[in-house]
């Protein structure tokens, strides 16, 4: 295969650098294997951009020379990358930063008695966690960006509104008597 994809299920014998020279083939060709959880990218020279990240695998690359062409987002995925030779293009970074936890609804209504309290909110969400980026490189060419924050967590709900006050009890009429006595 020249300059192409191959796509190599799960089940396939061999892997790595040994099945692209099984294959013949030549340098601009990338050999990716997939399972449930990792997607695996091997070839001679290997441009690492976001067209190689699945958002539900972790991603692992193998090669000769590996190029970071662009910002690449794989928030919570585990990254790998071994090679001989790392190049860092300006402005390339990898971020596998957690997603923000979810937030509640905005707030609840009380449809408790007059004069009773309101509720509490709900807590936001937990922040996700990051992956990991473990790098593996002879030499490193450019600036190397890495990320790997939690999530932040979402925002707590706000509380309810206290219900309107009960109404007070009547005073007791004033009569001309009562104040005479006094």
């Known amino acids: ?97 957690g997603h923000a936890g979810n937030t509640p609804p905005v707030k609840v209504t009380n449809t408790e008695a007059t004069g009773a309290d309101g509720k509490n909110g709900a807590d936001g969400d937990q922040g996700k966690s990051a992956g990991s980026i473990e790098i593996y490189a002879q030499t490193l060419h450019g600036e190397l960006v890495l990320l790997a924050n939690g999530g932040h967590g979402g925002r707590g709900q706000d509380g309810m509104d206290g219900n309107n006050g009960s109404v007070g009890p009547d005073g007791a009429d004033d009569s001309l008597e009562h104040r005479e006595q006094r």
Do not use: C
Request: charged content about 20%; cysteine-free; hydrophobic content about 45%.
């Open 1 to 97: 295969v020249a300059g192409g994809t191959v796509r190599i299920p799960e089940t396939t014998r061999g892997s790595g650098m040994s099945a692209l020279l099984a294959a013949r083939i030549d340098e601009g060709a990338l050999l990716i294997e997939e399972s449930a959880t990792v997607r695996r990218v091997t070839g001679i020279s290997v441009g690492v951009d976001s067209s190689l990240v699945d958002p539900t695998k972790d991603l692992v690359v193998i090669a000769y020379s590996a190029e970071l062409r662009d910002q690449i987002w794989a928030p919570g995925k585990n990254v790998s990358i071994f090679t001989r030779k790392l190049i860092s293009n300006h402005g390339a970074a990898l971020n596998v930063s």
